[in-house]
C-alpha cells in the first residue's frame, strides 16, 4: 500500500489555520478537510450531517444536538444507543482515517492528528496569533467590536480545548503535543504556510 502523509492543524480561531491548510493543500496537491470530514462521517453513520454539524468539535454536545432533533428523546437511550456521544465522535474518526487511507491529506482540526497519531507519516501543527490580530479579524469578518469580538474568540477556544483534552487525554495548544507550533502573526498567512511546507517537505521526504 502506498504511504501517504498527512498534515494535521489545529488552530486558535481566526488565528489563520484554515487560509494556511488551504494554501498547503494547493501547493502540496493533496486533498483539504475541514467540515468536509462531518459528511464524510454522516455517510459512514447513514445519519444527517446536521447531527454532527451542530456539534462539531464539543465534548458532550452531540446530545445536545440529537435531543433538540428528538425533544422525547431520554438521556439514557442516548448514552447507549447508535446516536450516542462516543459512536458519532468515532464515526467522525472513521471518516479521518479512511479519508487518509486514500490519499495526502490536510486536515483542519477535528482531532485528526490524535486520530492518526499511529501514522508514521502525520505531521501535526497547531497554529496561533496575537489575539489582538485575531479580534480585529473576527470584527471584520462578523461586523461587531471588539468586545464582542474577543468574547467570541474566548468561546470558541475554550470549546476547541474542551473537545480535544476530553477525546485524547491530551492537552488543546500544548507545545509538546505537536511537531510544530507557529505564529501566524509573526510571518502572515503566506509566509507562515510556505514555512510549514518547508518544515513537512523535510519532515515527511515530500518531493
Known sequence: MPSYFSICIGRQLASGGRAIGKLLAQRLDCAYYDKEIIFAAARESGFSPEVFERSDERPG??????????PFAQAADLASGPL???ALFNFQC???????????????????????R??????????????????????QTENIDTEAA????????????DFYNF???????????????????RLGIEET???IEAFARQQLKIE
Open 150 to 161: 474577543l468574547h467570541l474568540i474566548e468561546k470558541a477556544d475554550s470549546r476547541r480545548a
Open 84 to 86: 450516542s456521544d462516543d
Open 94 to 116: 472513521e471518516g479521518i482515517r479512511h479519508a487518509a487511507a486514500r490519499g495526502n491529506c490536510i486536515f483542519i482540526g477535528r482531532l485528526a492528528n490524535y486520530v492518526l
Open 167 to 185: 477525546y485524547s487525554g491530551l492537552s488543546w495548544g500544548a507545545a509538546d503535543g505537536y511537531d510544530l507550533c507557529i505564529n501566524s502573526s
Open 193 to 195: 504556510a510556505s514555512f
Open 61 to 70: 454536545f452531540f446530545a445536545t444536538a440529537i435531543r433538540s432533533l428528538s
Open 118 to 139: 499511529d501514522n508514521p507519516r502525520m505531521l501535526s501543527v497547531f497554529v496561533t496569533a496575537d489575539k489582538d490580530e485575531r479580534a480585529r479579524r473576527i470584527a
